[in-house]
């Protein structure tokens, strides 16, 4: 590190997360078929050399665009949990559904989505983002074991959670080529408060 | 069709037939930018031109190739209706839920899926899988609700339907990249009990 000036670090890093935002938007719009590192470089407005010195390969910076992407929705989460758990009865369900709802309508679902899809053809990728999921996918059940307050000691509230975390996913899929927001409103509207019985129910 | 004889109408449609089942699998495991005509041909064992008197262009043959199959799985979930409508009680919604999952787990979901992100990049193709995907999504629903002896004019039971397949749907994605049946199990397990309980609560 010694040699590298302050400022010089500060232009790599932001250099870096322009390219891994370009590489989300990209992959997002396009899908993998039309997202290189050329394309990506050009829309970040970096040239392809820098781009190359951070990113060897395609998958290095997809992986990494996603792993990016996914830390910030997390961050969001983890930012929404405070203000949420302060609140409690069913506004604090509805603000915890709206908010894992959201988790998977937005654009960082479009862009995982098409990376899981490049994934289940292009074998070296499969493993990185197997990996990613499985990191994602247990810390966004952890926030929302948090988030809707539920205690997973009681029998059931684990498959509960789990569930209730498998119908947002469908809910983002539906929404991929048409908007489906009317009808996923009456949906979480409706489940919502299925949720909230099933949590605060007595155990037997 | 005067001067067409009989068994080279026959043979004529045991070739779309071969073709369609050649594309289904073809998408399913190579994805849309590993899937052309004239793989599929070579696949079917047909010639390639003999596949293009059958389907002009790619998006021919693979929007057919899913409606294909979608046909296939929807008759096999008429064909379950009758078995499980004579059932009553809790191994009805059991044998239900079962086959309404199965929907989202097969080859078929995972073509479908790979043809959905395909249409997000691809403006020719998009219009007709979201009319495939209204069509198929209606009549899936229709039999949810009979599979499951649902009464729709009760309040919420309709929502509660839709949200059910939106978790299958969603468990389908999370078996796209690793097996994910143990986990499913008990997910599926679990929400059966409370699909039941919804379905079969006094009206209030």
Redesign the interface.
């Given at each position: 590190m010694g040699t590298v000036s302050a400022p010089k670090q500060d232009r790599s890093r932001a250099t870096r997360q322009r390219l891994l935002e370009a590489a989300v938007e990209c992959l997002a719009?396009?899908?993998?078929?039309?997202s290189t590192v050329s394309v990506v470089a050009e829309r970040a407005g970096v040239s392809r050399g820098a781009a190359q010195h951070h990113f060897r390969t395609r998958e290095d910076l997809f992986t990494a665009a996603v792993e990016y992407v996914a830390e910030q929705r997390l961050t969001a989460l983890r930012n929404a949990l405070v203000p949420v758990q302060l609140i409690s009865g069913p506004a604090r369900t509805y603000g915890a559904v709206q908010e894992l709802v959201g988790l998977f309508t937005g654009p960082l679902f479009?862009a995982a989505?098409?990376l899981?899809?490049?994934?289940?053809?292009e074998e070296q990728l499969?493993a990185r983002?197997?990996d990613l999921?499985t990191r994602v996918g247990r810390e966004v059940h952890r926030m929302a074991v948090e988030l809707l307050g539920a205690d997973e000691r009681r029998p059931?509230v684990r498959?509960?959670v789990?569930?209730?975390?498998?119908?947002?996913?469908?809910?983002?899929?539906?929404n991929?080529?048409?908007d489906d927001s009317a009808?996923r409103e009456?949906?979480v509207?409706?489940?919502e408060g299925?949720l909230r019985e099933?949590l605060e129910r007595p155990t037997s």
């Open positions: 719009e396009h899908g993998w078929a039309g479009r989505l098409q899981w899809i490049a994934a289940t053809n499969r983002v197997t999921e059931g498959e509960t789990q569930g209730f975390l498998d119908m947002a996913r469908g809910l983002g899929l539906a991929l080529l048409t009808r009456r949906v509207a409706h489940w299925v099933l």
